[in-house]
């Protein structure tokens, strides 16, 4: 519980910021999606339930500020948070290129719906415009400050969830010579 409650405030707080103080920050008219980072980084790193939920906060925070529907933007956020989760099993602490990778794929795959959502649909079929302007530069950025903010989150995880050492008499091992 202690978990959903520290990533509900993580949300908040990158929503808060990729709303106000990066809107100042822009390079290349693009921001970071900092709540993409959280959700693919939640997903990678605590499964696809954990995934799931905060891509369903995320997605119905973007789609009350800035959509005209509910329910597409939990739907992109859902699908990747989904996606990491299952990339579970891959998850090292120490290994930084698999999560950076996720992370850029899920801004890839992110960008390539929001296309398809809300400019295929409407008969705009200049993909590869789009994709050079908004969607490379945006998965660039995004991959700049994810590095920041992974490495924010497993400082946060590791002062929130210690490793606990176990005896070596509870795990049957044996420290005397026979």
Request: proline share 3%; net charge negative; hydrophobic share 55%.
């Amino acid at each position: 519980m202690k978990r959903y409650i520290s990533m509900f405030i993580l949300i908040v707080v990158c929503f808060l910021l990729q709303t106000t103080l990066f809107q100042s920050l822009q390079i290349a008219n693009v921001i970071p999606n900092l709540l993409l980072v959280l959700v693919a980084a939640s997903g990678f790193m605590y499964g696809r339930m954990m995934g799931m939920c905060s891509g369903i906060l995320c997605g119905l925070l973007m789609d009350c500020l800035y959509s005209n529907v509910i329910g597409l933007g939990i739907l992109m956020f859902v699908i990747i948070g989904y996606i990491n989760g299952m990339a579970n099993k891959l998850y090292f602490k120490d290994d930084m290129s698999i999560p950076l990778s996720a992370i850029v794929i899920s801004d890839f795959i992110y960008g390539i719906m929001y296309y398809m959502f809300n400019f295929m649909l409407r008969g705009r079929l200049d993909f590869v415009s789009y994709f050079k302007g908004v969607i490379l530069p945006e998965a660039v950025y995004t991959v700049i400050v994810g590095v920041l903010l992974y490495k924010f989150l497993h400082w946060l995880e590791d002062k929130m969830y210690p490793p606990v050492e176990i005896p070596l008499e509870i795990t049957g091992v044996s420290t005397e010579e026979e």
